[in-house]
Nanobody, 123 residues
Framework: VQLQASGGGLVQAGGSLRLACAASGRALSGYNIGWFRQAPGKEREFVASISRIGGSTEYAGAVKGRFAISRDNAANTAYLQMNSLKPEDTAVYYC?????????????????WGQGTLVTVSS
């Protein structure tokens, strides 16, 4: 499966962005989806994940209550709605797929990765 992340950009603190992860090559419904981010000089970290049909979600503590992960399997696309953005949310955001049954939080649990989209939050 090929993944294409989009929707990043420059936004002021307190603003919102919606990222999209479009899949091609295979049906996204066969995978759990994760969003990760990597800030300059830091390791890639977990943001959110969602199960195959969207019944289960998980969030990193830093984004819980502000971000929402969702998916539209008919459109072969997953989303990350980001509200109340903070300067510390600045990073390249990546989407990834996980074949295993359970959703996961570790980067090594994910099989395919998109190219990333840059989110910059100004103060």
């Amino acid at each position: 499966v090929q993944l294409q992340a989009s929707g990043g950009g420059l936004v002021q603190a307190g603003g919102s962005l919606r990222l999209a992860c479009a899949a091609s090559g295979r049906a996204l419904s066969g995978y759990n989806i994760g969003w990760f981010r990597q800030a300059p000089g830091k390791e890639r970290e977990f943001v959110a994940s969602i199960s195959r049909i969207g019944g289960s979600t998980e969030y990193a503590g830093a984004v819980k209550g502000r971000f929402a992960i969702s998916r539209d399997n008919a459109a072969n696309t997953a989303y990350l709605q980001m509200n109340s953005l903070k300067p510390e949310d600045t990073a390249v955001y990546y989407c990834a797929t996980r074949t295993a049954f359970k959703i996961g939080r570790r980067t090594d649990e994910y099989d395919y990765w998109g190219q990333g989209t840059l989110v910059t939050v100004s103060s």
